[in-house]
């Protein structure tokens, strides 16, 4: 059985998010009518799927989420814990600075989760989907994405047709990508060439230059994005508690 390790990225400053992230780590925001982390919510997701061995990437605010998570004893898992390196910029700098300094020592795929993310998504079957292809990366997609904004038709300067917020027709990232740990080399040219480095923008698209296959997993799963104050704002509390009690019913809430 491949080893695989989550990791979640939460160091980023959650400039969207303020005033909220003047207070809050981003990934420490309370969801739910129970108010936890949302980190919770990812941590759990991650532990329900058998992912035991967590490496969490902290920066701004970090304290806060060792304070809360520890260990992560209480939550069946081993959580790690790895600042930013000041000298490796933006996620992908976050993801090297963590592979160099051997957290990952002893996986076979990392599967990474970004911390403004809350989703339902069925991660054991994602990474064995990524396992049977063989990729070296497997981005997690959503073919339900709806254009924010209305769409208008037109016939030369006149508007034929307005569609309000239509779907996208093309799949979109969610923000959980697995990734064969030994293909996380080829983030050592990127972060010497660059001073910010990103995972889906330079190192994915490094993967698919040099010919390496990027796998595509489809899922009509839950999801929703709360980067901005905005989203957050729309989250309702009531539906959260009902998508996700699953992961507070096989152990006691701490």
């Not at 930013?84 to 051997?102: E, M, Q, T």
């Not at 063989?134 to 038709?153: F, I, W």
Request: with cysteine; aromatic share 12%.
């Amino acid at each position: 059985m491949p080893q695989n390790f989550g990791v979640v990225l939460c160091g980023g400053e959650g400039k969207r998010l303020r005033p909220l992230t003047y207070y809050f780590q981003k990934a420490m925001i309370p969801v739910g009518t129970q108010q936890k982390p949302l980190l919770e919510y990812i941590v759990r997701l991650l532990a329900y799927h058998g992912l035991r061995r967590i490496i969490l990437l902290v920066g701004y605010k970090g304290q806060q989420i060792v304070n809360y998570f520890n260990s992560g004893e209480r939550y069946g898992v081993n959580i790690s814990y790895v600042w930013d390196d000041p000298n490796y910029g933006g996620n992908g700098g976050a993801l090297f600075n963590a592979y160099v300094r051997g957290f990952f020592e002893g996986s076979d795929n990392i599967l990474v989760y970004y911390g403004d993310i809350l989703s339902d998504i069925n991660l054991s079957d994602f990474l064995s989907f990524h396992e049977r292809g063989q990729y070296a990366a497997t981005l997690a997609l959503s073919p339900n994405y709806r254009v924010a904004v209305g769409v208008a038709e037109l016939d030369g300067d006149r508007v034929v047709k307005l569609v309000e917020k239509p779907p996208l027709g093309k799949p979109v990232t969610i923000g959980v990508v697995a990734i064969r740990t030994k293909a996380l080399e080829y983030l050592r040219e990127l972060v010497e060439e660059k001073r910010e480095v990103d995972i889906m923008g330079d190192f994915i698209r490094v993967l698919l230059e040099r010919g390496l296959k990027v796998g595509g997993y489809l899922t009509n799963s839950f999801w929703f994005d709360l980067g901005t104050t905005e989203a957050y704002e729309k989250l309702d509390p009531v539906e959260v508690d009902r998508r996700f009690s699953f992961l507070f019913q096989s152990r006691e809430s701490p």
